[in-house]
């Protein structure tokens, strides 16, 4: 399939990338194009303000998470030749697992799927060393994928004097500077980046990043680069997804508000492809689940900023406990983890009461818990998952009394080891955030199951 692409990556993290690729997203729809858009890596914040930019969503794609082959057919599902596609790096460009691996990191999915690169560096600061230093990450490139460069933080004067220079003596193409301008920040937290909803009039401001790089950036070079990116074949042969569980779709209910935010759009779309309806739902508004109802997904997200509207929502709280009583099966993870259990405690000391369908509370740690990726592995047999593992990131500052026993988890580089998810009756719930495209058959159990709950219900 010939899809026109470029990966826009960095040096390191805080460099500029997530603010450049947005405007340059707004820059290309502005023009008429039809951009598309990806994450490299586990995080779920980023593709948000990608959606927030071309209003529709953008996908996660990881080279720990998903061999090459299907890393490559989860990028090009769905996608047309008329489209454009930028992928957003992740951290350092060849940082990956463990920060000492290729697996995981920008530069490996970019070899995977064949995509040039274009560079951000921070250019705040810097004069001549520029040049040693886009020298050394072009020596690294062992491919010759690295295709231009955008400097970042860096004024109009400096930029005319060292653009040249970086052409005559490196040989690369420079697409141009960004300036130097505190709009241009997005904000941050302890898991990352703030959610868009939560910075005022976010759809407008990344609309005028977007102006402000067509006037600094020569965004005809980037499309141009794009364009030579070779053609890579999709492996169309998958194994087949019809449900077997009667005529009538499934609902999964998937909880999405300001508190439930944090899913991969792969898994959704897994959901979909195995024949269930989604039907989604507000915990912190609605006074009751979707109708039809046949499972419940509590993802991640902020539920510690809104605890206050989770616990007063009475209704909600009762609706979903009485619910898997009554037998609904629930998988939950991290926030929605938390959601489950009896109370979440924050950070001020303050607790507030939740479903309840898990014992005893979640209290904050002041400190990272857990965090990485991981791969997980059934310590018993289960109608949710076999014995066969599914990859997984973790991120969390809360914890619990009980984690969970029923899955192993090991960590990918040190081999650490450590227990997790509890998985009874009709619950799977636990911190880890899956990665379903890494076990299908995970997705599949779970429209099965929403399946065979509608069957005893109608």
Not at 373 to 386: F, G, M, R
Request: aromatic share 10%; net charge negative.
């Amino acid at each position: 399939m010939k899809l026109s692409r470029v990966m826009i990556a960095a040096p390191k993290s805080g460099s500029g990338k997530t603010s450049i690729t947005c405007g340059l997203l707004s820059a290309l729809k502005g023009r008429g194009m039809k951009p598309v858009s990806y994450k490299c890596g586990p995080d779920y914040i980023d593709p948000m303000f990608h959606k927030t930019v071309l209003g529709i969503p953008s996908k996660n794609l990881d080279t720990f998470f998903t061999d090459e082959k299907t890393t490559i057919n989860l990028m090009l599902d769905d996608r047309q030749e008329d489209e454009f596609a930028l992928i957003e790096g992740v951290m350092g460009l060849y940082d990956g697992l463990g920060g000492v691996r290729e697996e995981g990191s920008s530069y490996h999915l970019a070899k995977v799927t064949k995509t040039p690169i274009v560079l951000v560096v921070d250019a705040k600061g810097m004069g001549k060393s520029l040049l040693a230093l886009i020298s050394g990450f072009l020596s690294y490139d062992k491919e010759k994928l690295i295709k231009g460069v955008i400097l970042n933080r860096m004024s109009k004067g400096y930029y005319d004097t060292i653009a040249p220079l970086l052409e005559e003596e490196l040989g690369i193409k420079v697409i141009g500077y960004v300036p130097d301008k505190m709009d241009f920040e997005l904000g941050s937290r302890h898991l990352g980046l703030i959610l868009p909803d939560e910075i005022d009039g976010i759809a407008t401001k990344l609309n005028e990043i977007g102006k402000e790089l067509e006037a600094t950036l020569d965004i005809n070079k980037l499309i141009e680069i794009g364009q030579t990116a070779c053609d890579i074949p999709c492996d169309k042969a998958t194994q087949s997804l019809e449900v077997s569980s009667g005529n009538q779709k499934p609902v999964i209910a998937v909880a999405y508000d300001q508190a439930f935010c944090f899913y991969y759009e792969d898994n959704i779309n897994l959901f979909r492809k195995f024949g269930a309806e989604i039907k989604y739902f507000s915990p912190i508004k609605d006074r009751e689940l979707p109708e039809g109802t046949s499972m419940v997904v509590l993802g991640g997200g902020y539920p510690e900023n809104y605890l206050e509207e989770l616990s007063s929502n009475s209704n909600m709280l009762e609706a979903i406990r009485s619910a898997n009583k009554e037998g609904l099966p629930i998988i939950a993870e991290c926030g929605g983890f938390m959601y489950l259990h009896e109370s979440i405690t924050n950070k001020d000391g303050k607790e507030y009461k939740m479903a309840g369908i898990l014992p005893r509370g979640c209290v904050y740690k002041n400190k990272l818990v857990r965090f990485g990726y991981i791969e997980l592995n059934s310590t018993k047999a289960s109608s949710w998952i076999s014995k066969e593992s599914i990859k997984g990131h973790e991120f969390h500052y809360f914890d619990c009394d009980n984690n969970g026993d029923d899955f192993l988890a090991v960590k990918p580089v040190t081999g650490k080891t450590y227990p997790c998810i509890i998985n009874k009756d009709n619950v799977f719930a636990g911190f880890p955030h899956l990665y379903y495209p890494s076990n299908p058959s995970f997705a599949r159990c779970i429209v099965d199951k929403a399946a065979e709950y509608q069957s005893k219900v109608l």
